[in-house]
């Protein structure tokens, strides 16, 4: 829909009747949809921002419009495609080297200030090379960051998911092997120390590391990696570490996953998680932390939301999705996909009533 077609329906939409109420909305809105939320990758095809804000809005009763422009304006939190490649692009250099360095320093007993000549150590390189790196979903964007790390991330390195087959771990072994041996490290059955495990978000943690009261048993991504490496044909069980890092994260997530994943690997004697968030969210951006008396009344409106949403992947999180899973109440978009810790008038689908103004493609397809 042309800029100005959509412009006219979103002012009919909230009655707007003079200039200076058009003035003071629609700029700000149309330099934000032109610089980020236009861009989003969920639209169907040809639909544009304030076309899509004016249709969501028309969802509610007229006398709740405000409160849902004013949502939109002042807490959707909105990671462009450009900002989340950003976090890509650092993760390597300010996130993953500066922990080698960390540790050869730690080992080899060099004042952490003398970077250059803790650069040049051969465990250093030794480091490098035995690190592995494995998506936790399709938003991990491995090949970004291998691309990011200026060739020091090789292909036999970094894979796209966190369950290894038989032939891709033995593969990558053979791999390492390779890579040392040029490298003038020379020893048997060379296995990884350093164990990266990537994702784009988490709003709960609860993916990643959870336990089920009923069934008595730890659940999760971390769980069945933890498992995975200790059969010890991929990693040196005897010395190694693992790492989450998370681009974005919020605080509630990285508590649970923090305080999970002690309880987990502290209970079968593994080595601790370590968790590692480039851009952590904190706790007051959720919706339900000092929300105005009119944001409040919108949000626990049942006719909006759709009973549907809530199916057995929400259900894990312990409430509906009204305010998202796990109740996170987040206002958060990202350019790719809404993700469903958002509050549901963000990511509802498109065939749902009300459907969201962002609305979300779930990774999991209900029979």
């Known amino acids: 829909m042309h800029d100005q077609t959509a412009e006219q329906l979103l002012a009919k939409v909230m009655g707007w009747q003079e200039v200076d109420d058009v003035q003071k909305h629609l700029p700000p809105l149309q330099l934000l949809a032109n610089y980020k939320y236009d861009h989003y990758q969920r639209f169907g095809p040809g639909r544009r921002f304030v076309e899509s804000l004016a249709l969501w809005l028309h969802q509610f009763s007229p006398e709740d419009r405000e409160a849902a422009l004013r949502l939109v304006r002042e807490k959707l939190i909105y990671f462009s495609e450009a900002e989340?490649?950003?976090?890509?692009?650092?993760a390597y250099p300010d996130c993953i080297v500066q922990e080698r360095v960390r540790l050869v320093a730690e080992e080899e007993d060099i004042p952490a200030h003398r970077v250059g000549e803790i650069c040049r150590h051969r465990r250093?390189?030794?480091?490098?090379?035995?690190?592995?790196?494995?998506?936790?979903?399709?938003?991990?964007?491995?090949?970004?960051?291998?691309?990011?790390?200026?060739?020091?991330?090789?292909?036999?390195?970094?894979?796209?998911?966190?369950?290894?087959?038989?032939?891709?771990a033995d593969e990558m072994l053979s791999e390492l092997e390779k890579s040392l041996r040029q490298a003038d490290f020379n020893m048997e059955k060379p296995r990884f120390n350093l164990i990266w495990l990537l994702d784009d978000f988490s709003g709960s943690g609860n993916t990643y590391i959870r336990y089920d009261a009923e069934a008595k048993k730890f659940k999760g991504k971390i769980k069945k990696v933890f498992e995975r490496l200790h059969r010890?044909?991929?990693?040196?069980?005897?010395?190694?570490?693992v790492f989450l890092l998370l681009y974005a994260a919020t605080r509630q997530a990285i508590d649970h996953i923090e305080f999970w994943s002690e309880r987990f690997t502290s209970e079968n004697?593994?080595?601790?998680?370590?968790?590692?968030?480039?851009?952590?969210?904190?706790?007051?951006?959720?919706?339900?932390?000092?929300?105005?008396?009119?944001?409040?009344?919108?949000?626990?409106?049942?006719?909006?939301?759709d009973s549907r949403a809530t199916d057995k992947h929400i259900e894990v999180g312990g409430t509906d999705g009204r305010l998202g899973f796990a109740a996170c109440a987040l206002p958060l978009v990202l350019s790719h996909n809404t993700p469903n810790n958002s509050i549901y008038l963000l990511w509802g689908p498109a065939s749902f009533q009300p459907f969201g103004l962002f609305p979300r493609v779930s990774r999991h397809r209900e029979f």
Not at 133 to 154: H, K, M, N, V
Not at 232 to 241: F, P, S
Not at 274 to 302: E, G, Y
Request: proline share 4%; with cysteine.
């Open 84 to 90: 989340l490649t950003h976090l890509v692009r650092t």
């Open 124 to 168: 250093f390189k030794e480091l490098q090379l035995k690190s592995l790196y494995l998506g936790l979903s399709d938003g991990a964007r491995t090949s970004e960051l291998r691309r990011a790390s200026s060739s020091e991330i090789s292909n036999e390195q970094i894979w796209q998911a966190y369950e290894l087959g038989e032939d891709k």
């Open 232 to 241: 010890g044909d991929l990693m040196d069980v005897q010395h190694y570490d």
């Open 269 to 305: 004697g593994y080595k601790p998680l370590q968790v590692k968030v480039l851009c952590p969210i904190s706790k007051d951006v959720a919706l339900t932390h000092r929300p105005s008396a009119d944001l409040r009344a919108f949000l626990s409106k049942p006719k909006y939301y």
